[in-house]
Every structure is written in C-alpha cells, then in structure tokens.
C-alpha cells in the first residue's frame, strides 16, 4: 500500500505543482535507500530538491536540503573511507555555491529565511576554523575570511525578523577573527547598514504576525503595491509565501483557495512583468504558473503572450534558446480537459478561463499573417482555433459569453482580414438564433447587416425581433430607430415608430402581469401566515395557566404571563368578524403595495466597478443621463479599485443603466451591474464571529465593497449580515460557502441577496418566532431542547446564554421557523426537564419588560439608571454602522445597545452596567473605529453641561447633575390621607426654594 501511494505522489508531481507534503515523503524514501558512495544517486535525489523547489516556497524542504548538501559534503571529505572521486567531485567550492543559491531562495521569508541563513553561516564558521591558521593570515584578510564578512554583512541589509541575532553573529566575528583596533569602526559602519533594513521588517512586522489567512496574504500585497517604488525584495518573497499557502490550502480542500491561488499568481506575473523581468526568469515563472493553476485561461493566455513576445524580439545574432512553441503550449493547455465540458454529467467550465486562452492563441497566429510569416493554411488555422473556442464557450456553460468577445474577434477577421462580409452575417445569425433572449446578440446581428448593405434584412429583422421577450428589448429599439433615421425613409421611419409603440405596450402588459403575479404570490402568503393556528398541543405536556419557574425544592417564580402587551392585542385580532378581518387585511396590503413603490434602493441601484482614477460625480451623471432621473451618486475608493453606486429614482431606469457595461470613461472601460447581484445575505454563523471573521472568509472569493451589520438596538441575538462584493462573479463564486459547517452543528447560510426574497432574509418578525426558556438545569443539552420543543414545529435554533467560564446561566432562547410553531410551545411552560420545571414565554421584549420600570432597589428612575450605565461617543466616522460599532466596543465591555446619530456623527451606547460603563469612560488607551479615535464621555441629562477639564490627566468625577441623590429618585404619589395631613400644617409647611443655606455655627446654636 505505502508502495502504491509513493508511486501516485511521484505520478502527481510529474504533471502538476505539488506542495512539501507531497514532496518530503518522496525525497525520504529516495535518501532512506541512498548509499552514499554512489555519486548518480545522490546526484538524483538533488535533482528531486530542485524540482520541489520549483514548485513552491517551503522553509522545510530548503532546510531539509541545506542540511543534506552538508551531511553530502562531511561524508564526501571528512570521513576516512570516502572515495577520492567524491571529493574531486563535492569540494568545498560546490558546497559552498549549493548552499548559497538554496538560501537564496528563501532568503525572501522575512520571518522564517533566519533558519536557513544559521545554517549557512555556521557551517561557515565551522569550515572557517576548520582552517589553519597559516593558511587563514587572518591578519591580512585573506579571501575566506572576507567571504563570511561578506555573508554576514550582506545578511544586515535585508529585513528579516532576527536582526539582532545577524548583528551578534557579526560583533561574534569581527572580535574572533578582526583586529581588536578596527572592533567599533566595523561594528558602527554595520549599524548603519543594518538600519534601513531593520526599519523595514519593523513597518511590517505586526503585518507579518497576522498572515492567519488568505485575505491577510491578498491585503499584505495589496499595501505593498500601493507604495510608489514597491520593494521588489519584499514583494517578491510575499507573493511566493501567498502562493505557497493558497496550494497547501487547495491542498486540504479549503473551498475557494483555487481561485485565490489564481489571483496570486495573476498578480506575482504582472508585477514581474512591469518590474521588467529578465526573459529567462519570465519563462520560468510562466511554465511554474501553468503547474500550479493549470485551469486558468488567464496564466496561459500570458505564456503565450510571453512566447509570442519572446520571438518577435529575437535578432539575427541572438543565440536562440530552444522554448516551447505556441501550438505546443496551446495544445498542452487544452490536453489538461480543464477548459473543455466532457459530457452532461461533467462540470461546468468557466468561459471566463476559455476566452482568454482562446484569444491568446488566435491573436497570435494572426499577427504572424500581418507579418507575412505565414503560410496559406494560417487563415484557415486561425478560423478553426476561434470556432472550436466558441464551441468549447458554447458548450462549457448555458451562459456561455454573454459580451461575445470571440464572435466580434472573428467577425472582425471576416470584415478586415479576409474580405468575407457573408461569412461574418452568418457568424452573427447563429450567435443571434444561440442567444435568443439577449438583445446585444440581435443588435450586434442587425449591425454587421447594416455595415454589410443588407438593409432590408436588417430591417425585417427589426420587425421579426421587436416583439420577442428579450432581456432588454428598449435597447433593440433604440438601434432600430437610429437606422431608420440613417438608411430608411419617413414612412419606414413612422412605421417603425408605430411597431415600437405597440411592441412596447405588450411589454408594459406584460411586466404589469408579471409583477401582479409577484404581488398576489406575496399577499397570499401574508394572509396564510396571519390565519396559521397553533399547532395541537402534546398530550405529554401539562398546561397551565400561571406561569411558574420551579426554583430550588418545591419552591415556585412568578414570571411574566403570556396574555399581556402584543399578545393581547393579537388575541383581540384574532376576535373580530370576518368582514373587519379581512377588511383590515385589504388595507395593510394596500399600505405593503405604497411601500413597494416608494424608494427602493435594491432594485433602483447600479454598481459601477473598475473606473478610472479620478473620476468624478458628474461624469457619472453624464454616461447615464439618458437613462433616467438620478437620485444619488456615492463614488468610493478602495485599496485596488475605485468605485460607485447610482441610485436612480425610478426601478424603469435600471435596464436602460445596464447597457452602458464596458462603456469606457476617460478611456477606462467600466462594469456596471445591478447592485444586488453583487452581494450576499450570510445567516446562521457563529454569535462569536465579527467584521473581521467574515471579511477573512468571504475575501478569498474577490475584492469586497462592503460588510454591513444589522443593528442590535431592538433584538441582541441578531445574526446576519450583507456582504457585497465589487462584481457579481466573485458572489457567485462565495455561494459555494452554502451548507459549510463552520462548527458543529451550525452550517452557513449564503444567498444572493434578491429583492424579490426580501422577505425572506429578514428577521423583523424574529421575535415572534422566538421563545424564551427560563429554570433550565446546569446539566441541559442543545439535544435536550432540539428533542422537547421540535415537536411543536421545526426549529431554526437554539442558543443556550453561558457565562464567561462556559457554564449554563439557566436560560436558552429557541427560534422556530413559524410564527404559529412558536406560539404553540409556549404550552411546554412548567414542563418538567432534567428535574426542573421550565418557564417558556415568546422572547417579544414588549412582553417581557412588564416590570423593568421598577428600581426600588436603587432609587434610580428608569431613564436615569439607563442614562447611569450609558456613555456617549463622539467623532465617530461617516456611515457609521450601528452593529460593527458595537462588535468594536463588545471587546471592551458589556453592550446592551447603541443607537448611532448619523447628523451629529455621535452614537449612545448603553452597556450592562455603570460599571461596564466606567470600563470605556476610565479607558487611559483609546478605541479605534474604522482609523478614527473614538472620543468616549459620560451620557448626561437632557440640558446638563459636560464636565469640566481641570487640565493635565486627572480623573473628573460625574457631575451632580448626572448623579441622582438617594432616595430622591422617582416621585412618589402621595399616599392616604396625605391631603389632609398637608391642610393641617398649613403655614408651618416651608417650600424647599425658600429656605437659605445654613453654616455650622447655626447649627450649634440650634442646639443649644
């Protein structure tokens, strides 16, 4: 068996990129059988280190390599037995040499390079004392010792984590082998060289200790690209060690660490390639880049690029080097069967990948026809290549190329090249008859008609195509009127115009149906959850009426009864006629259909990506100025890309908007989409997950726009949120994060976030579906629960409250995923469970506050003892979300709620306690919120001045104002015969705004 999966590793890594774990057991089993005397197989299993070391980057495997080159060295010169042919062969030159290029490769590990270079330079140090003396003249410098000094000085100049570990090894040297004179010039000539290298690793090194993931690798590069002269050095060893990582990732099945693999390596090409790479080390990184993401169009539309480009600059003096050629890589690439659908059964492949690949390819063999370095059968060749790439696009997916990228290439080829506008009408009646519902087919198959004098076709077509459901047919009739008006006459032009008019009408009819149909879907839906009933009760369960809690032996706990605040206001609801029911159900659809046409910023909103850098608001108002009226523009930077959202003030406006895709501004061609097809709604994750929890995971699927959070103000156990990306592929790519277990039990719920299903993912009525279970047993289980309350209905979840040391506090909630299922398990309340009687009451706040206007305990009013435990937050940021504010502030403390006021850029948070509140108000470290301090003070009364600064850093304890005195709390009502005893002081009675203050000298006379 170990044979046989030895034998797949070596078979995996002939063909594809392999990471150390592959690599390490094949190399130990070669070096487990080595005889060292027998130089062919030591020289083989070197052979097998430099393969895996073209792979990826593994401090492991270089070190593992180092320590063999040495172990090959000692065996081959210091032991008595070798043979004299091994020492002719490893000297120590070769040593040294071998050494040195594997620590170079390396040498980029700014955290982890130092293993190797130890290596390297002990066994340095070591060769260097193996040395006579006679033969060292260390006072003269020989070579050897200006070789280590060298090494080590060379080692000062690079970031690296163990800098003074490099400068200790270097003052280690100069005293042992440097005279005692020149000790303090050569240690301060080496502080300086080391400085600027030193400064370097520490700007990194808090980056360098959070490379926990992915997007931590993407957002490192990302920042080092940003800078205007990018630290080749740096950036290069980062991009290696992202690689590296994404593979072992992919390795372990981590889903969407493919895709982010690709990205790397996209991006370590580019920069290579605009740093200006050596053509060797080019071709290098290519051939190492098709092993590893052997899927991606994209890194072989690049090789063959560089292949191209590589010949084309060739001279006649140049001594050509033999490389692959392009119909070679073309066919290596498609002989992977990784761009091409097998069968119906089979995957889907990505057009995205095919497209490039397939342009690559044709645009190369056709700039060798403009350059005459063709034959007669190159046309023909050129031809085939761009229809078996339509073909494999075609057939890869029911998408396939919705931009026809390969159709314009090749009706392009037909027009200019080979003169065949025939064959040019024909390629664009078969795309238009395999794109039957998409305007741009049609309108792209009416302009080569056009170009091509087929007027009379193009015009039929008009006609024939104008009623068709098409995906956007105002856009068809846009380019028909435009041809009227340049081909046609004023009678085609007028009846066209009249086609138009009554195509249009049948559309509108139709949308109208179709969003009636939508609408009494909805309200059928709306009315059969208000008439569900609770389910029957089990006969299992005691009912009662009270509401009791069973605390300690025998003793009972009143709770809050259900039948009180929202409850009876739905049992009242439940009482009336029919006729007023219904009646009132007329006017709250009526109300739920004004609201759908009022704003509605989902289906009324654009997403504009990749546009250039400085654009501004008003070039965007020009390139949709005809699409309708415009409500806002919001433009933002991002760190690779800048972009906006255009919210128009009419749904209407939307498909005319989506025309304008790969439209170009100042040059610049641009993506516009619908805003919701680019973002997500998550659910069901973990309650400890927060900003940066869901930023790591859905970042590895593309560059996001924006994370927003529900607000927790009316419901703490919300736990959803909005994660919207900068293109609709990479949202589509994060769906397969759908149905993940992220811990037991609790798998991920992921969707496109489709305003049609709004309803849907929302929790508004979470409250109602959610029931709150009190005298729970310290020994009660999820399964405890899952087991009494699923037979009421299903149940979405159950989160059981813990302390801080993961001990039960007594309480759960459950949520079931009806309304009516929730209603029926209130009658487990007083159900015996694990030798506890339970309460359950719905988890509505408004039924469950009957009682907190009471502070006896305090003397405290309501809104006092709140305003006691709240603090206020200044100079927060534009846009400040309410529930990642308070994600932030949880860190620090308890929070019960924050209500942000966007105007005033200030937000309110109430937290568990005065002193949960004390914790951020004492705080001496300030609290960053998006790169701003958050300036943290006291919530006063309405009209009381702030505090007073006394200078310095002095603590300034809470004004009068905010501190209510003891016992002067509430106002009481004046009890029984208060009325009378206030007539019989009469005028001894003295009001408290008449008395004058008294000093201790009237109060000793008082007494006397």
């Known amino acids: 068996m170990d044979s046989q999966v030895l034998e797949a590793r070596e078979m995996a890594a002939n063909y594809v990129a392999v990471g150390d774990e592959v690599w390490m057991p094949i190399i130990d089993d070669k070096i487990a059988a080595l005889v060292m005397e027998e130089g062919a197989r030591v020289a083989e299993i070197l052979e097998l280190y430099e393969r895996a070391e073209r792979d990826y980057l593994s401090i492991p495997l270089l070190r593992k390599h180092v320590e063999f080159l040495i172990n090959v060295y000692e065996h081959s010169n210091v032991a008595d037995d070798s043979p004299e042919e091994l020492k002719e062969v490893f000297t120590s030159q070769w040593a040294r040499d071998a050494i040195d290029a594997v620590v170079t490769k390396g040498v980029g590990h700014l955290s982890q390079s130092q293993q190797l270079w130890q290596l390297q330079r002990d066994w340095e140090l070591d060769m260097l004392d193996r040395t006579p003396v006679e033969e060292r003249h260390v006072w003269q410098q020989p070579p050897l010792v200006d070789y280590v000094q060298n090494l080590i000085l060379a080692r000062l100049q690079q970031p690296h984590s163990e800098h003074e570990d490099t400068f200790q090894s270097y003052s280690s040297f100069t005293t042992k082998y440097k005279p005692a004179g020149e000790y303090e010039g050569l240690l301060v000539a080496a502080s300086k060289l080391r400085s600027r290298a030193a400064k370097a690793y520490e700007r990194r090194e808090a980056t360098e200790l959070g490379l926990t993931s992915l997007n931590a690798y993407a957002q490192y590069i990302s920042s080092e690209r940003r800078a205007k002269n990018p630290d080749v050095f740096v950036l290069t060893g980062v991009y ?231 995906d956007y047919p105002e856009a068809l009739w846009d380019a028909w009127i435009n041809f009227e008006y340049a081909h046609g006459s004023l009678v085609s032009l007028e009846e066209a115009l009249v086609r138009i008019e009554r195509a249009r009408t049948q559309v509108e009819a139709r949308r109208i149906k179709e969003a009636q149909k939508a609408f009494e879907i909805a309200r059928a839906q709306y009315a059969q959850e208000r008439e569900n009933v609770p389910a029957p009760t089990p006969a299992t369960i005691p009912q009662t009426d009270k509401v009791t809690v069973a605390n300690g032996a025998g003793e009972s706990m009143d709770v809050d009864e259900i039948n009180s605040g929202a409850l009876g206001k739905r049992k009242a609801d439940d009482d009336e006629p029919a006729e007023a029911t219904d009646g009132k159900r007329q006017r709250l659809a009526s109300t739920w259909s004004q609201k759908c046409v009022g704003r509605d910023r989902e289906n009324c909103t ?39 959202t255009v919210e128009f003030t009419a749904r209407d406006s939307v498909p005319a908007a989506l025309t304008k895709d790969k439209k170009r501004i100042d040059g610049t061609e641009v993506n516009v989409h619908l805003a919701w097809r680019s973002t997500l709604y998550v659910t069901n994750f973990p309650e400890k997950w927060d900003d940066a929890s869901v930023r790591d995971l859905f970042g590895q699927y593309g560059p996001l726009f924006d994370v927003r959070w529900p607000s927790k103000k009316f419901k703490t156990t919300r736990r959803f949120c909005y994660v919207q990306y900068i293109s609709p592929q990479s949202a589509e790519r994060a769906l397969g994060l759908h149905g993940r277990e992220v811990e037991p039990e609790r798998t991920l719920n992921v969707y496109i976030s489709n305003p049609e299903h709004k309803k849907g993912r929302t929790d508004a009525d979470a409250n109602e579906r959610e029931v709150y279970v009190a005298g729970l047993s310290k020994f009660t289980t999820r399964d405890d629960l899952q087991g009494l309350f699923s037979t009421y209905g299903p149940v979405k979840d159950i989160r059981l409250a813990e302390d801080k040391n993961g001990q039960l506090k007594g309480f759960a909630f459950v949520e079931f995923q009806n309304e009516a299922d929730a209603r029926a398990a209130l009658s487990a309340n007083n159900y015996e469970l694990k030798k506890r009687r339970i309460a359950v009451t719905l988890a509505d706040t408004r039924v469950r506050a009957k009682n907190r206007e009471s502070f006896a305990d305090t003397g405290f009013g309501r809104r006092a003892e709140a305003r006691n435990r709240s603090v206020r937050i200044r100079n927060l940021p534009p846009d400040a979300q309410e529930g990642l504010l308070q994600q932030v502030l949880e860190k620090f403390a308890v929070v019960k709620r924050v209500e942000v006021l966007s105007v005033a850029r200030e937000a309110i948070v109430e937290l568990e306690s005065a002193a949960e509140a004390g914790k951020l108000t004492l705080r001496t470290e300030p609290i960053v919120f998006k790169g701003v301090n958050l300036d943290i003070s006291e919530e006063l009364p309405s009209g009381a001045a702030p505090p007073t600064k006394t200078g310095g850093t002095m603590f300034v304890p809470r004004t009068a104002a905010s501190r209510p005195r003891a016992g002067l709390g509430r106002p009481r009502k004046p009890g029984i015969g208060s009325a009378a005893t206030a007539n019989k002081s009469g005028g001894n009675s003295i009001s408290r705004g008449d008395q004058t203050g008294k000093s201790q000298n009237d109060f000793r006379k008082m007494l006397g």
């Open 606 to 644: 654009v997403f504009v990506a990749d546009l250039p850098s400085g654009t501004g608001e008003e070039q965007l108002k020009t390139l949709f100025k005809d699409c309708g009226e415009i409500r806002e523009v919001k433009i933002t930077q991002l760190p690779q890309v800048l972009v906006a």
């Open 240 to 470: 290696e060690r992202a690689i590296a990582e994404a593979a072992k990732r992919r390795f372990s099945g981590e889903l969407g660490a493919e895709e982010v693999l690709r990205s790397f390596w996209i991006g370590y090409l580019d920069f290579s390639r605009t740093r200006g790479a050596e053509d060797s080390e080019m071709t290098t990184l290519l051939r190492r880049a098709t092993r590893s993401v052997p899927a991606s169009g994209e890194v072989w539309a690049r090789y063959i690029r560089h292949l191209e480009k590589s010949k084309s600059d060739l001279t006649e003096d140049d001594v050509v080097e033999e490389t692959e050629s392009i119909p070679d890589a073309y066919a290596r690439a498609l002989s992977t069967n990784l761009f091409t659908k097998l069968g119906k059964g089979s995957p889907d492949r990505d057009p995205e990948q095919i497209i490039p690949l397939v342009l690559a390819r044709a645009s190369a063999e056709k700039h060798a026809i403009e350059a005459g370095r063709a034959n007669e059968e190159s046309f023909a060749d050129l031809v085939k290549i761009v229809e078996d790439g339509l073909a494999m696009v075609r057939g890869a997916s029911k998408v396939g190329d919705p931009r026809f990228r390969l159709e314009k290439f090749l009706s392009e080829l037909y027009l200019n090249l080979a003169g065949m506008p025939d064959a040019a009408v024909q390629l664009w009646a078969a795309t238009a008859q395999h794109y039957k519902s998409s305007w741009a087919s049609w309108v792209a198959y009416t302009d080569v008609l056009i170009r091509t004098d087929h007027h009379d076709l193009a015009r039929s077509t008009f006609q024939e195509v104008s009623t068709k459901n098409l």
